[in-house]
């Protein structure tokens, strides 16, 4: 019998993710708290626009709302609990979906920040595993119902990392990870919490950006003045990942220690990152308009993630001794801008640290 899944929260990733495991023939339901996204789900299915027109494709996942979970209790209980609601979210919604598990289901973050705390929490360490989505997937829900995809699919770049915190690479790992290759490419990692802190890294130096100042991936990093604030906040988040002891990837493009440098004023790094980065720009077709996910939550009116993705490296850093101003500063200046005290603008983040 095919695994049961469920994915809470049928935004960008959850969405794509869900409607591309049941068009692969998985058993998925998504469940989301936007009345306007479900039910365009269920008139005209889940509308998926990739890069090219094989990836064009309209799903009939079942998709339901908040209030109709409770019937989970006269249905076959859930095998994979995939949780792709914001951060400030976990615990409510690993609260709402443990109750619906079978013996051995298992609760999944696929969120950015860190949140697999969060989900033992509510649902214990023996339940909880982690997914890291990888920055090619760059999925946008740009309307109810419709989901594009910036980037083309890569098969040999890895998109999603599935790991146990303890490191163990396990059976219900590997099976998740197969599973989710059905979507686009996965592995089963043991550095669970390295690749979380390096996906941490690439949100951490490009998100609170682009939600503070209001520009696209492109307009930022060619922007120079900008792009240095980029690098700052890349190299703080790697020498704060280094002092808590994780095992770190490329920051997307760039080598860690490199992008350490280029923060701490090494020409030569500061050269090769900045080559890297503005070398770049280009990728995509869509790269013009994409948007990280906090830019799109500040258009959208909602509540961003700073706090925990930022503002979590800030603190992270002073629990261990490594100073991130860089980090403090855009936590500040992206709650500005969604509380309404200033516009985005590049001017936001052009200040002293």
Known sequence: MKKRIVVVGAGAVGGYVGSSLYHAGHDVTLIDPWPENVEAIRANGMNLYGMTDAERKTVKVPAIHLTEVQNFAKQRPIDIALISVKSYDTVWACQMIKQYLAPSGIVVSMQNCVNEERVASVAGWGRTLGIIVGGGVGVDLYEPGHIRRGYAKRPHVTSFYVGEPSGLIT?????????????????????????????????????????????????????????????????????????????LGPIGTLPPESLARAMEGDNAAIKEIEELMVGGTDEGLRASYQRPSMAQDMEKGRRTEIELMNGFIASEGARVGVAAPTHEMITRQVLRVEKGEIPPRPENVLVNT
């Open 171 to 247: 059976k219900r790992a590997v099976e998740l990870a197969a599973i989710m290759n059905d979507c686009d490419t996965a592995k089963a990692t043991d550095n669970l919490w390295g690749e979380r802190w390096t996906k941490l890294c690439v949100n951490g130096m490009r998100n609170g950006v682009s939600a503070a100042t209001g520009m696209g991936g492109n307009a930022r990093d060619r922007h120079d003045a900008v792009r240095r604030i980029c690098v700052a906040l890349g190299g703080e988040s790697v020498r704060v990942g280094q002092a808590l002891g994780y095992k």
